[in-house]
């Protein structure tokens, strides 16, 4: 098997759509060598804990309503032709991402890693919910089969966060700069949201080597 080390963060679009273009190329070849593992990778590293109202961050961070109107066109469009059922104007909030990587490397230790993660991208892209709140990072875990009261009693320590954090900051010290950004057998990297061809040409070309 092959290590398949993926970085990304659910309120990165880019991060669901390339999930769903990596999915899709997994199910058309069950037999790919890939053992996958999630890594955190903040996007915005300094939200406050409580989060902030998604518009009036993005129009400000990326220089006004019409350029904002203009990226989430575009991503429409590219969810479209992935068949990814997402909404950028559905959440309402961007949360502090902390906490819901936090989730996402307790599912990894219960072998329930690529459903949560799932989990997160349908919640915020598709359900509009905030992902940033205990309340729903339990729902999440609950649905994944996790233990809802464990999670909550997690979430309320700092369990894990600083490792969290290191890990973000050693992916950084890397050459990771933005997400997604595949890692395949420690070695090759594949950056950005590939369509399901370039993953089939890779699993292709795995499977030859073999």
């Not at 998604?54 to 969810?79: I, N, T």
């Not at 649905?143 to 490792?163: E, I, N, Q, V």
């Amino acid at each position: 098997m092959i290590r398949l080390d993926i970085f990304s963060d659910p309120v990165c679009p880019w991060c669901f759509i390339g999930k769903a273009n990596l999915d899709r190329a997994l199910a058309a070849a069950p037999d790919h060598p890939f053992v996958i593992q999630w890594h955190p990778f903040q996007l915005n590293p300094d939200m406050p804990p409580e989060g902030m109202d998604k518009r009036a961050y993005l129009e400000a961070k990326m220089g006004g309503k019409d350029r904002l109107a203009a990226v989430h066109e575009r991503l429409r469009e590219v969810a479209r032709t992935a068949g990814v059922a997402l909404d950028p104007d559905k959440p309402k909030r961007i949360p502090n991402t902390l906490d819901a990587h936090r989730l996402i490397h307790w599912a990894g230790i219960e072998g329930r890693q690529m459903a949560v993660v799932s989990a997160l991208f349908s919640a915020y892209w598709t359900g509009g919910r905030d992902i940033g709140q205990p309340e729903v990072l339990a729902d999440i875990a609950d649905a994944c089969g996790m233990d809802r009261a464990a999670t909550l009693r997690l979430l309320a320590s700092d369990a894990d966060a600083d490792d969290l954090r290191a890990r973000d900051a050693d992916a950084r010290q890397k050459g990771v700069n933005a997400v997604p950004t595949f890692l395949i057998a420690q070695q090759y990297v594949v950056s950005g949201a590939q369509p399901p061809e370039v993953w089939a040409q890779v699993i292709d070309e795995l499977k030859a080597q073999e």
